[in-house]
């Protein structure tokens, strides 16, 4: 959202300031014991983000211009141009854990089980950047945080504490509001 006026040149509406500035917050309460306990690591999250914000970032301003498929050739180009070096790097440090060597099968199934959900995944974010503005789609990714305190319940019993389900519904209120904003938007530009 920050860097859509800059970049895109959106404009940014105040409602959508407010949500977004809701739903940071509703991260902020649901995280607030981990985020203590864990440390420095519980700030690599923001790289994640940072990674997803160039990737909306990039999709809204290529809206037009090529297709899902090419946004994601690019995409995967550039990660391999990182990772590759990366993984020789790795290997030269002598720590055993870093170190190359060809995968078993399951992790080969998994790595095509990924391939496949990051692809669809990647598109679907492709056709929202593409149609919404930068602003109004990024607050979307939010519902990571509800998806994984659900997974976690259900694959592991993993209960949310009622800190987390509060920030959850802090969260969701923010999206309903953008929602709501964006129906409210479209309904003027139609009359």
């Given at each position: 959202m920050l860097l859509s006026g800059p970049i895109l040149g959106e404009k940014v509406r105040p409602l959508t300031w407010i949500a977004i500035a809701s739903a940071f917050t509703g991260v902020l309460?649901?995280?607030?014991?981990?985020?203590?306990?864990?440390g420095?690591?519980?700030?690599?999250?923001?790289?994640?983000?940072?990674?997803?914000?160039?990737l909306v970032i990039c999709n809204r301003a290529s809206a037009g211009k090529g297709s899902v498929l090419s946004m994601?050739?690019?995409?995967?180009?550039?990660a391999a141009l990182l990772l590759v070096p990366a993984s020789f790097i790795?290997?030269?440090?002598?720590?055993?854990?870093?170190a190359l060597e060809w995968p078993s099968w399951?992790?080969?199934a998994?790595?095509?089980a990924i391939t496949v959900t990051g692809t669809l995944g990647h598109a679907l974010v492709y056709f929202g950047t593409t149609r919404a503005g930068a602003a109004h789609?990024?607050?979307?990714?939010?519902?990571q945080l509800i998806t994984a305190s659900l997974l976690g319940w259900a694959l592991f019993g993993n209960i949310p504490e009622p800190v987390t389900m509060l920030g959850a519904a802090i969260i969701v209120a923010a999206g309903?509001?953008?929602?709501?904003?964006g129906r409210v938007l479209a309904s003027m530009r139609q009359r």
């Open positions: 309460v649901a995280l607030q014991p981990g985020l203590l306990n864990l420095w690591p519980a700030l690599l999250p923001l790289g994640t983000a940072f990674g997803m914000s160039t994601q050739f690019f995409m995967t180009a550039g790795a290997t030269e440090t002598g720590i055993a854990v870093l399951n992790v080969l998994r790595c095509v789609v990024a607050p979307a990714t939010y519902v309903l509001i953008l929602w709501w904003d």
